[in-house]
């Protein structure tokens, strides 16, 4: 007797017209740990979890598991900003996000004052703009701080 293995999904299954066909969900489930793989890379996961301080740890896990979430499900389109964005348009971009864009948006988050009312979209929307963002940003800071009065302001002479 032959007993299919339940365990083993990739087994190639014959259906009752006498096809054969290859089950896609390990192969999926490969994909989908492979993406989950270098998102952990690119923002250095391990590094920020181990020395990350009290607070920042889980604020960064959040932020990992939407990438994640963002990358790994696929639907035809993703709201950003109110507005309809291609799904694999969403993707690539999440898939160039580093731990700097990740700190960028933390520190975005931890200045506003303003009530969050859906925090998901919000840290999607940052997500997605970080990188077409965060130089402006900076150079914006420097520029205030330097020439805008933001020394003065600070009380350095």
């Known amino acids: ?56 740890k889980e604020m960064y896990e959040e932020i990992y598991e939407t990438v994640c979430d963002v990358v790994c499900v696929k639907r035809r389109t993703i709201r950003i900003n109110g507005e309809d964005y291609p799904y694999e348009l969403v993707k690539s971009r999440f898939l160039k996000l580093n731990s700097g864009h990740v700190e960028y948006v933390m520190g975005c988050m931890k200045e506003t004052t303003t009530k969050i009312t859906n925090i998901r979209a919000y840290l999607i929307t940052a997500l997605y703009n970080a990188p077409s963002t965060m130089s402006h940003y900076y150079q914006q800071e420097v520029q205030h701080d330097m020439y805008g009065g933001g020394w003065a302001e600070k009380g350095i002479t």
């Open 1 to 56: 007797m032959s007993y299919p293995n339940p365990i083993n999904q990739s087994v190639e299954n014959v259906d009752s017209a006498g096809t054969q066909g290859k089950s896609d969900t390990i192969d999926m489930m490969d994909e989908t740990g492979a993406y989950m793989a270098l998102i952990r890379k690119n923002l250095e996961y391990e590094h920020h979890i181990k020395y990350g301080q009290y607070g920042e």
